[in-house]
């Protein structure tokens, strides 16, 4: 099972960027399908994206389609979310999720990071 930290949160303006980053250490990351999900305050997690093994598969939430990417580099252990045109309802607590059957559905996700703070204002 691997482990994995976030990174790369933090605070912008409406329109701005940010990258995530997740490390995962202690498996093997390659036999990862691996996501991000966020949570707001008072409210569920929610899928955002999710990467196959290869990276050569992706899947959005629509909320976030054409304005975040997700991309892995197995050789570095690590998977990103480049996220664009950033707005005030993406304000979340970012989650790095591993799983080997994908779901958008958080439940069934095996593994998590303990999340990193994106707070964008108006």
């Known amino acids: 099972q691997v482990n994995l930290v976030e990174s790369g949160g933090g605070s912008v303006q409406a329109g701005g960027s940010l990258r995530l980053s997740c490390a995962a250490s202690?498996?093997?990351?390659?036999?990862?399908?691996m996501g991000w999900f966020r949570q707001a305050p008072g409210k569920e997690r929610e899928f955002v994206a999710h990467i196959n093994r290869n990276g050569g598969s992706t899947n959005y939430a629509e909320a976030v389609k054409g304005r975040f990417t997700i991309t892995r580099d197995n050789a570095k252990n690590t998977v990103y979310l480049q996220m664009i045109s950033l707005k005030p309802e993406d304000t979340a607590a970012y989650y790095c999720?591993?799983?080997?059957?994908?779901?958008?559905?958080?439940?069934?996700?095996?593994?998590w990071g303990q999340g990193t703070h994106v707070t964008v204002s108006s």
């Open positions: 999720a591993a799983a080997v059957i994908p779901t958008v559905v958080a439940a069934t996700w095996t593994t």
């Open positions: 202690g498996g093997t990351f390659s036999r990862y399908t």
